[in-house]
């Protein structure tokens, strides 16, 4: 069974720019979550959809959006690019039926804005 | 608010030695906790999880052990190996709502 699948691996953009990060979940999951981890910082969670529909934001602006398709795969954007948004961002999938569900990572995209 | 924090960000141990990394939680109403292993350039990689009707669980060499009282989480790793040089993170869950995650504690481990 394929793993979670990012696209692109690296991105480089500059300020103002916008951009739109793809991840196909594993074959069956239902729910998608994306992280933006930053050296320090830890995950810091941005949202989760399950079955087409958000089911948890964290606290990012606006300018983050996603959204999730009807096969599960998911694409988050970010527009009006800022310096602090250079990060590594990380889609997580699971089945997305109960809670006590591990989730599993994709290998992320790492994004950096010049 | 809620979250999930690491005692120590960095851990140093000997090849052959046993590691344990913590970690604390603020929400009481957690009930579920995974602990997770990182590499350099790759994402988060799933170790072990427990509910939180239990208090300790065993897998392949990693052991977790969760006391609900004190809101602590800790893994254990024992004979620990250079593949085991990592960031380990804990993520904490009530119910459907959001994973909060710790902010990970790198392990060397010296040969």
């Known amino acids: 069974k394929a793993g979670v699948t990012q696209t692109p691996r690296y991105l480089i953009k500059t300020r103002g720019q916008q951009v739109t990060l793809s991840c196909s979940p594993i074959?069956?999951?239902?729910?998608v979550s994306w992280y933006q981890q930053t050296p320090g910082q830890g995950l810091q969670f941005l949202f989760e959809y399950f079955s087409e529909t958000q089911r948890n934001k964290g606290n990012f602006p606006g300018r983050f959006s996603g959204r999730q398709f009807s096969n599960s795969r998911s694409e988050m954007n970010v527009s009006t690019l800022e310096l602090g948004d250079s990060a590594l961002y990380l889609c997580?999938?699971?089945?997305?039926?109960?809670?006590?569900?591990?989730?599993?990572f994709g290998s992320g995209t790492q994004l950096s804005v010049l | 608010g809620e979250s999930v924090g690491l005692h120590l960000p960095t851990l140093s141990v000997q090849e052959g030695d046993n590691s344990i990394i913590n970690c604390a939680y603020s929400n009481s109403a957690s009930d579920y906790f995974i602990w997770y292993k990182q590499e350099s350039g790759k994402g988060p990689q799933f170790i072990i999880d427990?509910?939180?009707?239990?208090d300790k669980r065993q897998g392949q060499r990693v052991t977790v052990l969760l006391n609900k009282t004190v809101k602590h989480l800790s893994l254990q790793i024992a004979a620990t190996q250079p593949g085991d040089s990592a960031v380990y993170f804990c993520a904490a869950r009530h119910n459907f709502n959001k994973f909060y995650f710790g902010s990970g504690t790198k392990l060397n481990v010296k040969p």
């Open positions: 074959s069956g999951h239902r729910s």
């Open positions: 427990i509910r939180s009707n239990m």
């Open positions: 997580a999938s699971s089945y997305g039926g109960r809670a006590n569900e591990k989730l599993f």
